[in-house]
T-cell receptor, first 113, second 112 residues
Framework: SQTIHQWPATLVQPVGSPLSLECTVE??????LYWYRQAAGRGLQLLFY??????ISSEVPQNLSASRPQDRQFILSSKKLLLSDSGFYLC????????????FGPGTRLTVT | SQQGEEDPQALSIQEGENATMNCSYK?????LQWYRQNSGRGLVHLIL?????REKHSGRLRVTLDTSKKSSSLLITASRAADTASYFC????????????FGTGTQLKVEL
């Protein structure tokens, strides 16, 4: 069966510090991968998605970047965090194709102080 | 931007009652999906309905889709306390990447 891991679960970082969140998927090959951010009490905002190694599409201009160095690894980064980067970050995967369900990791709660 | 808007924003019912949540969206879609999120957790996929389908069932869940009104509803029958969660609709289009656009969610509370 497929599983998706995210770490860390919670993170408190000062403004201006770097960020690296990691997501890995097991039990599938060539998945589509996604990074979302969820503000408190709100819906999900798609930040990045990837259909293959090294292929990253950015959905919104922002202080963050994403990379996919391996087929089942997706990394969200920032060189310098802003207060507005605080939120709940969720990684998800789906099989390739259209009209497929997405499967989410447990999320990372990021607080920028 | 948010494509879907759920209604109501919050819903409180007694165990055993039915819960109905509605979702409206703005553009043409390929499919619509419903997800559940327990507090502080990741989302769980519940059901997917394609644009050429009008109704779909899965256990105690019933989803309808009206593409002419650009709306969908999720019915949970015989609700249980464990159904307490936030419910989100998400729309998919025919563009690349199987991207979804999520709505703002309905917070459902089922009381004993």
């Amino acid at each position: 069966s497929q599983t998706i891991h995210q770490w860390p679960a919670t993170l408190v970082q000062p403004v201006g510090s770097p960020l690296s969140l990691e997501c890995t998927v097991e039990g599938t090959s060539n998945p589509n991968l996604y990074w979302y951010r969820q503000a408190a009490g709100r819906g999900l905002q798609l930040l990045f998605y990837s259909v293959g190694i090294g292929q990253i599409s950015s959905e919104v201009p922002q202080n963050l970047s994403a990379s996919r160095p391996q087929d089942r690894q997706f990394i969200l980064s920032s060189k310098k965090l802003l207060l507005s980067d605080s939120g709940f970050y969720l990684c998800a995967w789906s099989v390739m194709g259209q009209g497929m369900a997405q499967y989410f990791g447990p999320g990372t709660r990021l607080t920028v102080t | 931007s948010q494509q879907g808007e759920e209604d109501p924003q919050a819903l409180s019912i007694q165990e055993g009652e039915n819960a109905t949540m509605n979702c409206s969206y703005k553009t043409s879609i390929n499919n619509l999906q419903w997800y559940r999120q327990n507090s502080g957790r990741g989302l769980v996929h519940l059901i997917l309905i394609r644009s050429n389908e009008r109704e779909k069932h899965s256990g105690r869940l019933r989803v309808t889709l009206d593409t002419s009104k650009k709306s969908s509803s999720l019915l949970i029958t015989a609700s249980r306390a464990a159904d307490t969660a936030s419910y989100f609709c998400a729309t998919g289009t025919t563009g690349g990447g199987n991207k979804l656009t999520f709505g703002t969610g309905t917070q459902l509370k089922v009381e004993l």
